[in-house]
T-cell receptor, first 111, second 113 residues
Framework: QKEVEQNSGPLSVPEGAIASLNCTYS??????FFWYRQYSGKSPELIMF????GDKEDGRFTAQLNKASQYVSLLIRDSQPSDSATYLC???????????FGKGTLLTVNP | EADIYQTPRYLVIGTGKKITLECSQT?????MYWYQQDPGMELHLIHY???????EKGDLSSESTVSRIRTEHFPLTLESARPSHTSQYLC????????????FGSGTQLSVL
């Protein structure tokens, strides 16, 4: 059973701080990793994806992947109240095109 | 504008009714998916399709069925709805390549009384 686990949260940070969201996965065969943001009552929205070890930056977001430790994280710099949402980590295996999602971490950014 | 559409957005029905949740995409994607999500819980894949006339069951067992007669259309049907089917149903699609990114529709919130 391929699993994706996220730190349970909820996570609360002050506005302007760095929010750190973490995710581990069970299968070393995982190849692609995704971070989705889901506002309450809305559908998930892709914000970052990463395929190779190391860091990938996009604006205020940085995704970090360490395949040896089976660990992927998302850093949000200069957090804003509009970043308050549930963040879902997802991984795919091989060429089967299916994503397995974690349960998500609820982030609250306090003004 | 390329997008993925789901209708209805909300549906409240009685037990035993047959329902069809619609999903269409204008992004030209071959692959389409149905996920089920309960409040505060993770998404579970219930059906997927890699192309016309191709459908497979997902990781979570579901009494629903799907069809893929046209590339852009992937409806989900429940022959006899029950209260246990109450959930949010999310349709998604992805394009070509091995490192796929999913794009989601706005979802259908189904309530079976």
């Amino acid at each position: 059973q391929k699993e994706v686990e996220q730190n349970s949260g909820p996570l609360s940070v002050p506005e302007g701080a760095i929010a750190s969201l973490n995710c581990t996965y069970s299968d070393r065969g995982s190849q692609s990793f995704f971070w989705y943001r889901q506002y309450s009552g809305k559908s998930p929205e892709l914000i970052m994806f990463i395929y190779s070890n190391g860091d990938k930056e996009d604006g205020r977001f940085t995704a970090q992947l360490n395949k040896a430790s089976q660990y992927v994280s998302l850093l949000i710099r200069d957090s804003q109240p509009s970043d308050s949402a549930t963040y879902l980590c997802a991984a795919s295996w091989g060429s089967n095109y299916k994503l397995t999602f974690g349960k998500g971490t609820l982030l609250t950014v306090n003004p | 504008e390329a997008d993925i559409y789901q209708t209805p957005r909300y549906l409240v029905i009685g037990t035993g009714k047959k329902i069809t949740l619609e999903c269409s995409q204008t992004m030209g994607h071959d692959k389409m998916y149905w996920y089920q999500q309960d409040p505060g819980m993770e998404l579970h894949l219930i059906h997927y399709s890699y192309g016309v006339n191709s459908t497979e069951k997902g990781d979570l067992s579901s009494e629903s069925t799907v069809s893929r007669i046209r590339t852009e259309h992937f409806p989900l049907t429940l022959e006899s709805a029950r209260p246990s089917h109450t959930s949010q149903y999310l349709c998604a699609s992805s394009g070509g390549g091995t490192n796929e990114k999913l794009f989601f529709g706005s979802g259908t919130q189904l309530s079976v009384l």
